[in-house]
């Protein structure tokens, strides 16, 4: 029998966010006491939405509906209609961002912090709550958890993986991509995130943009301006055809020696987040402008 959808819903978010108060969301800083993550924002999604079909067309063909991601773990039988995605979106702390704003080149404290604390505080919470839902007697799955999720090299995107939380989040109704890729919610896009594959009706977030408006917020896209996060990106892999996400990777790898020198307990670290912070779109979805304006970089 199945739970009531709002108070499933309810109850997995103060589940969530009394996770996230405690020690598993903490980021390693000899303080005791810095977040890795703030306060969560929830999207949910229906997966007999005909919309996920199109990712296959749009990102990979190999891409996991969410029926597929949950049965590669109860292979035993479901059916799209009896299954929800609960997506999670964590942001950067206030403390981080104030921090992050200031760097040029590499990474502030914080977001290193929050980058080396995302298994434990991100992977730690879904599985939280999927342990928190099995107590009920009720299946789930975190995609990215599963021994099907990978990542793979993709024509289109270079490379990508099975599973995306950020497109279950444009599903989920919590935001559109960015020029840079981010998911533009109503926190930004400073953020990580996390989701699940729930046998049990969930209270379906309804998308204030159109099935293909996936870049509606990115005021490169709907202004013809910005363009910050082209000029942050210490390593040239943003421009005006996108992110470039092997110069992004090579960044990331060449930054772990800076982290080590001046946070030696952060051992093998990586991070940037440069484009994600001292941008318009970082903490919030940016007002369209009244004027357009033609933008070059
Ligand atoms: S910084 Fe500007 S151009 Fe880049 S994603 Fe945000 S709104 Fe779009
Ligand atoms: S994470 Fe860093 S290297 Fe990667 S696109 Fe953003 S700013 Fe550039």
């Given at each position: 029998?199945?739970?009531?959808?709002?108070?499933?819903?309810?109850?997995?978010?103060?589940?969530?966010?009394?996770?996230?108060?405690?020690?598993?969301?903490?980021?390693?800083?000899?303080?005791?006491?810095?977040?890795a993550f703030g306060e969560p924002i929830f999207g949910y999604a229906w997966a007999a939405d005909p919309l996920w079909n199109s990712l296959k067309v749009a990102v990979d063909a190999e891409c996991l509906s969410p029926l597929a991601a949950f049965l590669s773990l109860?292979?035993?039988?479901?059916?799209?209609?009896?299954?929800?995605?609960m997506v999670l979106v964590l942001p950067q702390t206030v403390k981080t961002i104030k921090e992050q704003n200031k760097t040029t080149y590499w990474p502030g404290e914080g977001w290193a912090r929050s980058r080396a604390a995302h298994d434990k505080a991100v992977h730690?919470?879904?599985?939280?709550?999927?342990?928190?839902?099995?107590?009920?007697?009720?299946?789930?799955?975190?995609?990215?958890?599963?021994?099907?999720?990978?990542?793979?090299p993709s024509s289109a995107y270079q490379i990508t993986s099975l599973w995306s939380h950020r497109h279950a989040g444009f599903m989920a109704g919590l935001g559109t991509f960015g020029l840079c890729d981010g998911l533009i919610t109503k926190v930004g896009k400073a953020h990580r995130m996390t989701s699940l594959v729930?046998?049990?009706?969930?209270?379906?977030?309804?998308?204030?943009?159109?099935?293909?408006?996936f870049r509606r917020d990115c005021l490169w896209f709907n202004s013809g301006s910005c363009g910050l996060c082209v000029k942050r990106c210490p390593a040239g892999a943003i421009t005006e055809s996108g992110h470039d996400k092997l110069k992004c990777s090579d960044f990331l790898k060449a930054s772990t020696p800076y982290i080590e020198t001046h946070w030696p307990d952060l051992k093998g670290a990586y991070a940037c987040g440069?484009?994600?912070s001292h941008v318009p779109c970082a903490v919030r979805t940016p007002k369209v402008l009244a004027k357009p304006q033609p933008q070059s970089v």
């Open positions: 029998m199945s739970q009531d959808p709002l108070t499933l819903a309810q109850s997995l978010e103060s589940e969530a966010i009394s996770f996230l108060a405690g020690p598993g969301n903490y980021n390693g800083h000899p303080n005791g006491v810095d977040r109860y292979p035993q039988g479901a059916q799209a209609q009896d299954l929800y995605v730690g919470l879904a599985r939280h709550l999927q342990s928190f839902l099995e107590a009920k007697g009720i299946e789930a799955v975190v995609p990215d958890l599963t021994p099907t999720w990978r990542t793979k729930v046998r049990n009706p969930l209270p379906v977030t309804p998308r204030s943009y159109a099935d293909h408006d440069l484009c994600q």
